[in-house]
């Protein structure tokens, strides 16, 4: 495919890789085209260790599913399709519409994309360059290029604020695992925390504080401004737990802990 001014995406909320590699290194599995035996691969398959998968840019998800290979997504990128398969989990539905930066999905140890340009299959790697230079082009002319994450639509205040940019890049490395070993059972919720968690939700139930707008990704309880002090309360704990999790799992803490905490933290049943 010949890449012209027309086949460029356009993206108002800007560009984003797919999925972030820690060690600076994308591994590619199995490329695009004909392998030695013959068979033919319609994308690219890489090594991805249960790394956040993020929309490229402005879209809308246009099909999902499970199957026994793992979850799969399509999102239409104006003239792009591209398709996400072998995902751990999704996060985002049908007909939802997504920004650069929204995360949809988890991969497991690899990941599959397949891409077509106006039904016309191409090479996914044709495209993530193009990706790659949108995002390269807007960095050099001071815009911002990829944006953060897609969170609640509210400014939600925390007892962790003054850290919010140390714990967001520790969220962009360990997130995934906290999410695994959640799942696996390799690390389990305090039960003090888990019961706050449940207290918060009923409490919110009864005072009907869920589906007041329209939900969405990042913000699946359509919680509005009357929320706030609810949202406030679950963030503190999740982050919490979170942090408690560096702590015991992986001997992680904040910059501005003190070492008396840290001894503190270390001796924590989990």
């Known amino acids: 495919m010949n890449y012209n001014q027309n086949s460029n995406l356009y993206s108002k909320s800007g560009y984003s890789m797919p999925f972030e590699e820690k060690k600076g290194r ?31 840019a402005d879209g809308q998800v246009c099909g999902a599913m499970n199957d026994r290979n793992g979850a799969m997504l399509m999102l239409q990128h104006g003239d792009y399709l591209v398709t996400y398969s072998c995902l751990k989990t999704r996060f985002a539905q049908v007909d939802q519409k997504v920004k650069a930066g929204t995360v949809v999905g988890m991969a497991g140890d690899s990941l599959h994309i397949e891409v077509k340009y106006q039904d016309e299959e191409i090479n996914p790697m044709e495209f993530l360059t193009m990706i790659y230079g949108n995002i390269k082009m807007l960095l050099q002319t001071g815009k911002i290029a990829t944006p ?17 940019e140390e714990i ?20 389990l ?62 001997q992680i803490y904040l910059s501005t802990l003190a070492d008396g905490l840290k001894k503190k933290s270390m001796s924590q049943p989990y």
Not at 148 to 164: H, Q
Not at 168 to 187: F, I, K, Q, V
Not at 211 to 229: A, C, K, M, Y
């Open 26 to 56: 994308v591994e590619i599995i199995k490329p695009y085209g004909e392998n030695p035996e013959g068979i033919f691969n319609h994308g690219v398959d890489f090594r991805t260790r249960n790394f956040l998968i993020a929309a490229v």
């Open 148 to 164: 953060d994450f897609e969170t609640i639509d509210m400014d939600v205040p925390t007892d962790y604020d003054e850290d919010r």
């Open 189 to 250: 919720l305090p039960t003090q925390t888990e019961m706050s968690l449940r207290n918060i939700f009923s409490w919110a139930a009864v005072r009907q504080f869920f589906f007041r707008t329209i939900p969405h990704l990042g913000n699946p309880g359509g919680l509005d401004e009357s929320s706030v002090p609810l949202a406030c309360k679950a963030q503190n704990l999740l982050i919490g737990d979170f942090l408690n999790y560096l702590a015991i799992r992986q």
């Open 168 to 187: 967001e890049r520790l969220m962009l490395r360990w997130y995934p695992s906290y999410l695994t070993d959640l799942a696996n059972g390799d690390y």
